[in-house]
């Protein structure tokens, strides 16, 4: 197969002939995107190089689960498709390259900018999001890292759900009570509340909460819950949301630490602090109120009330593009445990292999007049208005020149704390839980957060171990391990 090479953001880009560089989209710790045009088919196309997926486990249970997810997706017109894989050399690798359809920005991009959005724009938005999130929640896919960034747009205001690299199975625990047992989700901002308290399980309703997150930020072009560290994250959470009177909340919290703190919070007078939330009908008077309903129920701090995925899509708020014959379930549930307790290196990386070969025999069966068995979807219609995107199929550079096309440098202060030394993985009767912080996205610490109002601050009267504190809501036990539930 020929290839020729790039160097891009002083990455070697080494790809099939049949690509043409247009630009460089996006680069982060593991890997670049690149837009491109597939010669052969006219199309534009976004390339994704993954790198070093081999060093750690984790990298690369990462990117063997987001390429067995995006192939078990492909086909939901608002999850991110995957067209084509490649690694080019077998023998010696350490690096994956994703071709997938090329859309013009984020929702995060989108929100922090001029751009004015209308009502109409948060309904479409968020119908898609929900349309997309039912699919992946019918297979008992858990995604865990919805926010603006992993949101993909194009100008006609077509949302695609991406990055699948931290989703995880939704179970039935032995008692019979559905959950999900692991460590280290969603990025911090738009983490359920419920994670950061060591509840014993959660459930899809942590999608549920991203998605209310999601939405105020659409609203007040803020981020709802920008929190310093994860202590002042719960604070900020409770501060906004009220501490709630009812006691039953607490007892699935399975650390004494958390619910003493937050059994003491206090208001900056001493006083208690108050159990109902803030008004979001005077946060945002500019929304319907059946949007401030539809958030408030995804933000309800108790993931038992919370508004499920087929509920938020029968909402009055979405109800002018809701359609049950429009909105698919999954025919098939995904299956985590072929991988995800496998631990060999070699075998990890072999399946990895065998993921990429049979999806280009797939795609050179179709080549050849057999066609994918990808089911369509019907097309539900937005007529409302475009936005203004920077397109990424647009060629702003030869492609002779693209290796100087560089992107901006991330500012020093925006740049994602360094990434802590970690554990491989825990091994617990049996069952192998790899452990994985979640990436801050360097773009997200610059945004702006939404202010809490003075009179609902809170504090904690009784000393506090901050730093005890701190680890056990990243996730973390008293000596730096994982929580094993």
């Not at 401030?292 to 701090?301: A, G, K, P, S």
Request: some cysteine; proline content about 6%.
């Amino acid at each position: 197969m020929p290839y020729h090479s790039f160097t891009i953001e002083k990455q070697q880009f080494q790809i099939n002939t049949k690509y043409k560089i247009i630009r460089p989209v996006g680069a982060g710790a593991y890997g670049i995107v690149c837009s491109a045009l597939n010669t052969k088919t006219n199309e534009p196309v976004a390339i994704k190089k993954v790198c070093k997926i081999l060093e750690r486990q984790l990298l690369t249970k990462r990117c063997l689960r987001e390429i067995k997810l995006l192939q078990h997706f492909n086909g939901h017109r608002h999850i991110i498709d995957l067209r084509d894989m490649d690694i080019v050399n077998y023998d010696a690798f350490n690096e994956i390259y994703l071709v997938q359809e090329c859309m013009d920005t984020t929702l995060h991009d989108i929100i922090h900018s001029p751009q004015r959005l209308d009502e109409v724009h948060f309904q479409w938005f968020l119908y898609q999001i929900c349309s997309g999130l039912k699919y992946i929640h019918s297979a008992n896919v858990l995604h865990r890292d919805l926010k603006p960034a992993n949101l993909l747009v194009n100008a006609n205001c077509d949302l695609k759900i991406c990055d699948f690299g931290l989703a995880r199975g939704y179970v039935e625990l032995d008692n019979g009570d559905p959950g999900f047992m692991t460590q280290y989700v969603a990025t911090r901002y738009y983490r359920a509340p419920e994670i950061m308290l060591s509840f014993q399980s959660y459930t899809k309703a942590i999608d549920m909460w991203s998605v209310g997150c999601i939405f105020a930020e659409l609203l007040g072009r803020k981020v709802l819950f920008k929190g310093r560290d994860y202590v002042d994250q719960l604070n900020r959470i409770l501060a906004i949301l009220g501490l709630p009177e009812d006691s039953s909340v607490w007892s699935r919290v399975s650390s004494r630490s958390v619910v003493d703190y937050v059994n003491n919070l206090r208001n900056l007078d001493g006083t208690r602090p108050p159990s109902k939330p803030i008004s979001f009908h005077e946060k945002f008077p500019n929304c319907q109120p059946e949007g401030i309903d539809f958030l408030e129920r995804c933000l309800r701090l108790d993931p038992s009330v919370r508004i499920s995925v087929e509920a938020a899509l029968e909402h009055p708020y979405l109800s002018q593009f809701h359609g049950e014959d429009e909105e698919p379930v999954c025919e098939k549930i995904f299956d985590f445990n072929s991988f995800e307790h496998v631990t060999d290196a070699e075998t990890l990386k072999q399946m990895i292999i065998d993921e990429v070969k049979m999806f280009k025999s797939k795609l050179t069966r179709r080549d050849r007049g057999l066609r994918l068995t990808l089911k369509g979807f019907p097309k539900r219609r937005y007529t409302g208005s475009q936005i203004q995107t920077p397109t990424s199929a647009t060629p702003t550079t030869h492609e002779g020149d693209a290796e100087h096309a560089f992107l901006p440098t991330t500012p020093e202060d925006a740049k994602p704390p360094e990434e802590e030394e970690e554990e491989e993985g825990v091994v617990m009767e049996g069952v192998v839980i790899v452990t994985e912080p979640p990436e801050e996205e360097g773009a997200e610490l610059m945004d702006e957060g939404m202010e809490v109002d003075a009179d609902r601050m809170l504090m904690s009267p009784i000393p506090v171990d901050k730093d005890h504190l701190e680890r056990l809501l990243r996730g973390l036990d008293a000596d730096g391990g994982p929580k094993l539930g």
